[in-house]
């Protein structure tokens, strides 16, 4: 028998067994580490750990073949065949491997520990922002136009260098050819972003024109760039040094060059478009300029009113000084509907006839215009809520706005107000394709969701829009309030309130009305009080357009504490400021909705009633969807309220079959809201609770 040692044995002699071990361990913690600093802190590119665990891979082998080819000894590394095995030191330099694998794998277990157990609150939108993006695919003749810089040495002039950005988009928006990203998308944005793809591939496209303005008394110096973000090529620039009064002719320029660099086919109608100048007044394109980056912000926010009405003046100034400023009267057409629809204070037959007025003054100047008919759609919508008429009006402006995707939002809000859930949730998605960064939108699509009872993915469409945004506060409030209405927990927004809390005093202002719920939910009085404080003049509760009065929210705690006399000062507060908005707008239901609450809380009962039938009549389901369906399941309170359990009862079962369901019919606000204290107990009532129920 040959006294030569197996290839096994000699294998576990030279400590190929050992190292191959320590290599693993060691490996694992080096990944480890190289995650939490690389990503993690540093936020470096993902392929920068691929490469590392590719070295590390290829290296494995290499460190095996070392080790049975080389030995260490006192006298420093030799070949093994070098070294007599009488002076082979190999199972001491064995034990230390082993007593080195163990450290490392006690440091690696320790740090997955770490990883595994530590809260991580910011890593979660991340996530999030990542998996949104990698859906999105790479158009090659797609085009995003980021934010021009202004170099002007009057800051002022950044409203200019957005007017120019804005109308080079807008040109660039007609071409059917090109997939041409929202500026809402685009205004998050530097003007130079240091990770070009990253950005290309947050919006779905491969090109990027970037561009400065500088402007200097009667002069304009404009600089742009087009990259192919892909690959950080440059397509095309060039710089134009042009008196003030050319600059338009540059925006045409501009994107024609585009167009040709893209390879994009042109019809004689988008160019026409595209030559097109917005106006020859500079001062109104100014002024044109900063009124819509108001309304570019507009959403359901707690400056909406504010800004409408600064938008409005500024745009009123615009065709003063140019009547034949086609752009700016459209924009004033949707700041009217949008203060007479949204804002509740004002839907008043005025405000309605100005937004009328508007539209006529574009149609008058472009009658066929696409933009035209968008204008009309929107009127149709917002102002007369002819819905049918406002979907005709928009097929035909989709034909020469093959990029807006205010048509698919719009589109998806008259399907939504029909009933049609689901398929105004589709165009709302598709909106999103063109503009995936409007934060608006996204907040949108979750609200579709939840008409659907859809809350897990309602509360991931939130998510979405907190990766473009993650410090917004109201955003992150509706987040755990979401989890209050979907599942009766109030945990997850009591801890976001804590977290507002905690930055500062001021942090709370536009989520007070959440931590008043919170805080009724949980029945905490002295939170409460906190949160009316910390409300101001702001409503403590809204629900599209049913709007509550701080009075109203002080009112339902003094009658949650059983305070009667408190309850009834507030109450009488919160009638005269309601009746005033009623007097003003007779004929609006949500309104006459709110008073017929305020008035059973008054035990007024039989007026009511009938100022609830009559919000109800006002907004008939089949006219409004939402409208309707939010009156009808206010009624319910309303009767809880007056005493008529029967006819509440009634309409929170009719309510629950409506087509958007109201979030003060959710499982969460029927279990702990303090409003529906009247039904309980009453077994009907807590079957219904019951059903609800998240499975």
């Known amino acids: 028998m040959s006294d030569k040692p197996s290839f096994f044995a000699e294998l576990k002699r030279r400590n190929v067994y050992r190292l191959a071990v320590a290599y693993a361990v060691a490996a694992w913690l080096l990944i480890q580490v190289s995650s939490i600093l690389l990503i993690t802190t540093f936020q470096a590119p993902a392929w920068i750990m691929k490469v590392l665990v590719a070295a590390l891979a290829l290296g494995f082998p290499v460190a095996l073949a070392l080790a049975w080819a080389f030995e260490i000894t006192p006298e420093g590394v030799r070949r093994t065949e070098d070294v007599a095995s009488g002076k082979s030191i190999t199972r001491r330099t064995g034990r230390k491997i082993v007593s080195i694998t163990v450290v490392l794998a006690a440091l690696a277990a320790v740090l997955f520990a770490f990883r595994l157990l530590r809260p991580r609150p910011e890593a979660n939108v991340n996530e999030l922002e990542r998996a949104s993006v990698a859906h999105l695919p790479v158009v090659e003749k797609g085009i995003a136009v980021l934010p021009f810089a202004n170099l002007s040495d009057d800051k002022a002039n950044a409203y200019f260098a957005d007017g120019i950005q804005d109308e080079i988009l807008t040109k660039l928006s007609h071409i059917a050819d090109l997939k041409v990203i929202s500026r809402t998308s685009t205004s998050k944005y530097k003007s130079k972003p240091e990770d070009l793809r990253t950005v290309a591939q947050q919006l779905g496209v491969a090109n990027i024109l970037e561009g400065s303005v500088q402007r200097t008394a009667d002069k304009v110096h404009v600089n742009v760039q087009l990259v192919d973000a ?162 005709a009006e928009l097929e035909i402006a989709r034909r020469a706005l093959p990029n807006d995707p205010r048509l698919l939002e719009l589109t998806g809000y008259i399907l939504r107000r029909r009933g049609q859930r689901e398929e105004g949730l589709q165009n709302l998605q598709r909106a999103v394709e063109l503009d995936p960064r409007n934060f608006f939108t996204l907040q949108q699509i979750a609200i579709s969701f939840q008409f659907l009872g859809r809350y897990a993915e309602a509360i991931a469409a939130l998510d979405r829009a907190l990766a473009i945004v993650p410090d917004n506060v109201e955003t992150r409030a509706n987040r755990g309030l979401w989890y209050l209405f979907w599942k009766a927990d109030t945990r997850p927004l009591h801890q976001t309130i804590d977290a507002i809390l905690a930055q500062g005093p001021g942090a709370i202002a536009s989520a007070a009305d959440n931590w008043f719920f919170c805080a009724l939910a949980e029945r905490d009085p002295a939170a409460a009080e906190r949160a009316l404080v910390a409300l101001g003049d702001n409503t403590c509760w809204s629900e599209f357009t049913i709007n509550l009065s701080r009075s109203f929210g002080e009112g339902l705690l003094a009658r949650m504490t059983k305070d009667e006399a408190r309850a009834r000062t507030a109450f009488e507060a919160a009638r005269a400021q309601q009746e005033k908005i009623v007097q003003t707008q007779p004929d609006y239901g949500p309104a006459l909705c709110v008073l017929g609450l305020i008035d059973a809380a008054l035990g007024r009962k039989d007026l009511a009633l009938d100022e609830g039938r009559r ?61 529906w204290d009247p039904l309980r107990g009453d077994p009907r009532f807590e079957k219904i609770v019951a059903s609800l129920a998240p499975k």
Request: hydrophobic letters at 45%.
């Open 230 to 391: 892909r690959v950080d090529a440059h397509l095309w620039a060039e710089s134009y040094d042009r008196d003030l009064k050319d600059v338009f002719a540059v925006e045409s320029e501009v994107s024609q060059k585009i167009a040709n660099a893209l390879q994009a086919k042109l019809s004689p109608n988008e160019k026409e478009a595209i030559e097109q100048p917005p106006t020859t007044d500079l001062a109104a394109f100014d002024l044109y300029s900063r009124a819509k980056s108001l309304l570019l912000t507009v959403g359901f926010s707690a400056t909406i009113e504010p800004d409408l009405r600064k938008a409005i003046e500024l745009l009123n100034e615009a065709v003063k000084r140019d009547p034949s400023f086609f752009d700016a009267y459209r924009q004033l057409a949707f700041a009217h509907e949008t203060l007479y629809a949204v804002s509740g204070s004002d839907h008043t037959a005025a405000r309605l006839a100005l937004a009328e007025a508007a539209v006529q003054a574009a149609t008058r100047l472009r009658p066929d215009a696409a933009e035209t008919h968008l204008a009309r759609a929107q009127y149709l919508y917002f102002g007369l809520r002819d819905y049918a008429g406002a979907l």
């Open 615 to 675: 919000a109800i009549a006002l907004t008939p389901l089949e006219k409004d969807a939402i409208n309707g369906s939010c009156a009808l399941q206010y009624f319910a309170i309303t009767a809880a309220w007056a005493g008529d359990k029967e006819l509440a009862l009634q309409q929170l079962e009719a309510g629950l079959r409506a087509p958007a369901a109201s979030l003060m019919l959710s499982y969460g606000a029927l279990k702990l809201f303090p409003v």
